[in-house]
């Protein structure tokens, strides 16, 4: 069984910073791409940002310049370093990892529970 668990969402005020952390963990083989994925009320998810295993990094344009992402592969952990946060920002943010179970096997994508990050005044 896999877990996948993210931590350090909260409240801040616009032009302030948050990390956010995120960590998977059972029986896993290899993780082919992290990422963080957003989703504000009435709006549908979308994706914020992912790294894959090797390196290469995919950014939403809205963030482009204040996001920045970085992994352990070590650890099966990936962060978000959000800076000059704005309040459109506000949303959900949920952790995705598609990830093999053993060598040339299938993949599998894995979310989390979701961590709110709220950018109000």
């Known amino acids: 069984q896999v877990h996948v668990v993210e931590s350090g969402g909260g409240l801040v005020q616009p032009g302030g910073s948050l990390r956010l952390s995120c960590a998977a963990s059972?029986?896993?083989?290899?993780?082919?791409?992290m990422g963080w994925y957003r989703q504000a009320p009435g709006s549908q998810r979308e994706l914020v940002a992912t790294m894959a295993s090797g390196g290469g990094t995919n950014f939403a344009d809205s963030v482009k310049g204040r996001f920045t992402i970085s992994r352990d592969n070590a650890k099966n952990t990936v962060y978000l370093q959000m800076n000059s946060l704005k309040p459109e920002d506000t949303a959900v943010y949920y952790c995705?990892?598609?990830?093999?179970?053993?060598?040339?096997?299938?993949?599998?994508?894995?979310w989390g529970q979701g961590t709110q990050v709220t950018v109000s005044p």
């Open positions: 059972g029986n896993i083989f290899s993780i082919n791409v």
């Open positions: 995705n990892a598609l990830l093999n179970f053993k060598v040339d096997g299938p993949t599998f994508s894995y």
